[in-house]
């Protein structure tokens, strides 16, 4: 059985004035599919998921998705076509609590007009109470039950990532990317986290891309890797062939792991 | 009417247009420095309407609420997609040139020496039931999705974009409500006062429209419709004049951004909850 | 027009220019540290120049004494600005909209102090201030106060461009405006940079306030024309303070020509579109960076 390509990224450029973050990158997901971008800080990793996701326009190159450039398109109607994110650095919403914070997904598909808060028509009070229940889903999903209505900044750093998952997979979407979702927590979280991903993976109908620096990460979770140094790729592949091969070795696995 | 039912009604109107401050300032953290410009189209429109060309009370209201959102449909759209600090300069040049206009358009409006002979037709009902409306509208806005939007554009607006609001609309419509409640509040004014000029609808009072808003605190709708209250009846109990009251609100919002900048409410919100549940049946309670 | 007539425009417009960059680098050089705008800026220039005014008036002391006194509050008042309005925020790590309302609010505050003091009309500062009106340049009649503003600011700029780069405090400077979190790591004083900041902004701020009040006119409004500093910031492209001297030039002798021929009632409305339309089409102005966020 054949699985499409869902996301096609052909030549993507991306400069910044003089600068290049991302130089001629391509490549491509499949359905069903996880991919890792890994590399050094400043190789272009996140540059790309940002081209993707609509919030830099990319100076040159293709992203295709469902039959669509994604070039030039608001974050916004990406996000409508199927692609969520979550952020490197935690973009969580003031004093919101976190069921506040993941139903705020789902707010774009509400049917009504703000007059009709003025009048408290059903359609408001049934659609409220339709998001309320989906994001109680995802919340259970990702195992923050009890703290629903606790104000999500207040809460630890790893439940804090997880309720920026939580409200990706709001967006009920068919694509997922991830930005360093392992950042910052310690290794047990980190593994629960590899977990969670999994399962959801296992779970539900996703394409994910992931970007991590923990090799037991990307290791574990992607079939195929895209590495990348100052902006160019340099190399791709599956874990096994990219853990051996030379070039990657020397910019950025170092030594050591090669040993491993 | 006596002085202060006159007082409280003014109050009342002016609260409206705080009202519209609380949603475009407080709850989405645009900082507009021409809100007051939309009071004065909303004065000057019905006021044209009533004194020059003879129409209903309720047709020249409603003639003048569709001018300030069409206007402010335009001006958004000029100036939304601005980063913040241009935004307020933006928004400051705008009110400049509808005050300018005002001055200018002597023949229509009388210029700097404003309009008057306008008719007395607000009457305390109406400016009490339009501030309850004015209430509750927000009230169920801030509840509905567009209330938690607006909190997530104002913490953070990519976070926002990506997970599906349009965020350029959402600010729109929240600029162009804003406008309509100024406007209407405007021509409340008019018809209470019975005179215009273009100097009422400066940056000053938009500035204090503002000062209002986080006084009260702008994460709570009944801190600012209590501050709007006190803010505004004090000055009227005290006697003050313009300069002294505007300095006094100035040094008022200066020392609670310092000490408590939540506002002096914080977040506290006038709850129905206790009252609500005293008429729920005892079954109900207890499944609580 | 004649061309005496239009010559003397384009003098009274680089005049004008000529206090618009003043005022524009200072607000430019609080903005590139602390990425914000300072409105409480014409409140500085506005106290400046009736501080200048009082002692030209009521202690009839000659041209060179007023400007020093205007400067001189020029950086006092700043730095007060500073104090009461900025510096608790900051240390309490406030979100932006704080910022915004109290420097509007000391803008607004200090107009109105203005206006108790002085009563809302217009004022004017003292006949005998210069000895010289005017001198004549063949067929032009040039009011002294206008090359007054012209040599003076090129003074003031030049004094500046000699603190910026050849002095500690304003290389100091220079780096805050880059990355001020970089610059506090290299274990400078962050306060003392942001007062430094503060007072050499107030400086210009002052020299312009009393400039404007001696060569264009004086009254407690005068604090607003610190918005033609910001369209100045927007025009130029903030980041470069030579793009925002440049197009502050070019806004006054804009203007003059616009209400020359529209009047001045309606010159408002046509800045706004072109604020506006630049602010769409090039928000970096002429020569400045652009902005975003890290995501």
Known sequence: MDRAVIVDMNNLTKMFGGLCAVNNFSGHVLEDQIIGIIGPNGAGKTTILNMVSGIYPPTSGEIIFKGKNLCGMEPHKINHMGIARTFQNIRLF?????????????????????????????????????????????????????HANSVAKSLPYGMQRRIEIARALASEPVVLLLDEPGAGLNQTEVQDMVKLIQDLFSELHLSIMLIDHRMEVIMCLCEWIYVQDFGKKIGQGTPEQVQKDPVVIKAYLGEDISNA | MSFILTVALSIAAYSIAVLGTFMLTGMNGLFSLGQAAFMGLGAYVSAIMVVNYHLPFAVAILIAIVVAMGLAVLVGFATLRIRQDFF??????????????????????????????????????????SLAVAIVFVWGFRRSHFGKDSLAIRSNELAAKVEGIDVFKHKLTVFVLSAAFAAYAGALMAFHTRYVEPAMYGWIASVTWIIIVFFGGRDSLTGTVLGSIILLAAPEALRFTTAWRTLVYCVLILVIINLRPRGLFGTWELSLKPVINLFRPKKHQEVQ | MQLTVLLQQVINGLSLGAVYALIAVGYALVFNVLKFSNFAHGGVLGISAYAGYIVANQLH????????????????????????????????????????????????????????????????????????????????????????????????????????????????IRAASNDLVATSLMGINVDQIIVATFIVSGFLGGLSGVLYGISASLSPQIGQIVVKGFIASVLGGLGSLKGVAMAAVALGVFEVFLVATIGSGLAPVVIFLLMVTFLLVRPQGFAGVSFMDKA
């Open chain 2, 88 to 129: 307020a300069l933006a928004t400051f040049g705008f009110g400049q040139a509808v005050t300018g206009l005002m001055t200018e358009m002597v023949n229509v409006t009388g210029g700097a020496m404003g309009f008057s002979n306008i008719p007395r037709l607000t009457t305390p009902t109406i400016a009490f039931i």
């Open chain 1, 94 to 146: 003031e004093d919101m609590t976190v069921l506040d914070t993941v139903m705020t997904a789902y707010s774009w598909r509400a049917p009504y007009h703000p007059i009709e808060t003025l009048i408290s028509s059903p359609r408001v009070g049934r659609f409220d109470k339709e998001i309320k229940e989906k994001s109680m889903h995802w919340i259970n999903r990702v195992g923050l039950t009890a």
């Open chain 3, 61 to 172: 002391w000659p041209l060179i004494p007023v400007i020093l006194v205007g400067i001189l509050t020029g950086a006092v008042v700043a730095v007060l600005v500073e104090l009461i309005a900025f510096r608790w925020i900051r240390l309490q790590k406030g979100q932006l909209v704080y910022f915004f309302v109290t420097s509007v609010t000391m803008l607004m505050a200090l107009e109105q102090v203005l206006i108790i003091r002085f009563g809302a009309s217009f004022e004017s500062y003292p006949y005998t201030l210069l000895k010289v009106k005017v001198i004549h340049l063949g067929e032009l009649t040039i009011s002294i106060t206008y090359l007054l503003s012209l040599v003076l600011t090129i003074i003031a700029f030049s004094v500046l461009l000699y603190i910026l780069k050849k002095t500690k405090i304003g290389i100091a």
